[in-house]
């Protein structure tokens, strides 16, 4: 079983860029797709973007594409989710997440971290 862990999240400003990391132990991690999906107060996990097994291919959703770039490094058992352009709305908290598919529905994934507190000011 893998278990993914956040880290990087913090406060900055519109404009800014902020970069999140998620190191997994447990599984082999090569044997899984690795997501980030974000949430907000009252609301449900929101796919943000998604690698393949090797992290030859790569989605994302329309609201990040172009601004949020996502790898992964099998030697680490890592993935790193580079966020720049910030924008208010992105303000959330960010989830590492583990599955066996390429997917944007969270139910997909099975295995998660705790989330890390991005904060966008405006």
């Known amino acids: 079983q893998l278990q993914p862990v956040e880290s990087g999240g913090g406060l900055v400003q519109t404009g800014g860029s902020l970069r999140l990391s998620c190191t997994a132990s447990?599984?082999?991690?090569?044997?899984?797709?690795m997501g980030w999906f974000r949430q907000v107060p009252g609301k449900g996990r929101e796919f943000v973007a998604c690698?393949?097994?090797?992290?030859?291919?790569?989605y994302y959703s329309d609201s990040v594409r172009g601004r949020f770039h996502m790898s992964r490094d099998n030697t680490k058992n890592t993935v790193v989710l580079e966020m720049s352009s910030l924008k208010p709305e992105d303000t959330a908290v960010y989830f590492c997440?583990?599955?066996?598919?390429?997917?944007?529905?969270?139910?997909?994934?099975?295995?998660w971290g705790r989330g890390t507190q991005v904060i966008v000011s405006s």
């Open positions: 997440a583990a599955g066996h598919y390429v997917s944007q529905l969270a139910d997909e994934f099975a295995h």
């Open positions: 447990g599984s082999p991690f090569d044997r899984y797709v």
């Open positions: 690698t393949t097994y090797s992290g030859d291919s790569t």
